[in-house]
């Protein structure tokens, strides 16, 4: 799978709950990532109840919980270039992303992705990080 070539929509957005949020994912009859498994407390018993809820759109509106996640879990920081700034860098436009020492040095981390918005390179970036920790 080259992550570089998936775009927003369903399939990015499970592979992030998947692969970043470590969520359990749930499939339709056509084999199609719906949802994934939560807990909630039972308004009349008091106790946790299994409950299956709709991925979010991660590689569209819920990039941050994307962010907040990595940055967390791993104490990195995110570089987020835009457009206006791609002349002096490797990519050639749209948005890169990637995730970098939280530290003055400002090494990066990961690889680092680009995408047409700053969500999907986000979203990209993010797989890779988690590729690389676990060393595939």
Known sequence: MDIDE???GPE???????KVMRLTIRCNEQDWPESYAG???SPTTGKP???WVSIPNYSDMSMIDVVNE???RHQVSLRLVGPEYANGW????????????PT????????G??????????CRAALKFMEQQRGD
């Not at 990015?12 to 998947?18: N, Q, R």
């Not at 490797?90 to 020492?101: D, L, P, R, V, Y």
């Not at 003055?104 to 690889?111: I, L, P, S």
């Not at 992705?113 to 986000?122: N, R, S, V, Y």
């Open 6 to 8: 998936i775009r927003v």
């Open 104 to 111: 003055y040095t400002f090494t990066d981390v990961g690889e």
């Open 39 to 41: 807990t909630i407390q």
């Open 70 to 72: 990595i940055t967390t």
């Open 113 to 122: 992705a680009t995408g047409e918005t700053p969500a999907l390179a986000i």
């Open 49 to 51: 109840v299994e409950v």
């Open 90 to 101: 490797a990519f050639a436009s749209g948005w890169h992303a990637t995730f970098i020492e």
């Open 12 to 18: 990015m957005d499970a592979l992030i709950a998947e």
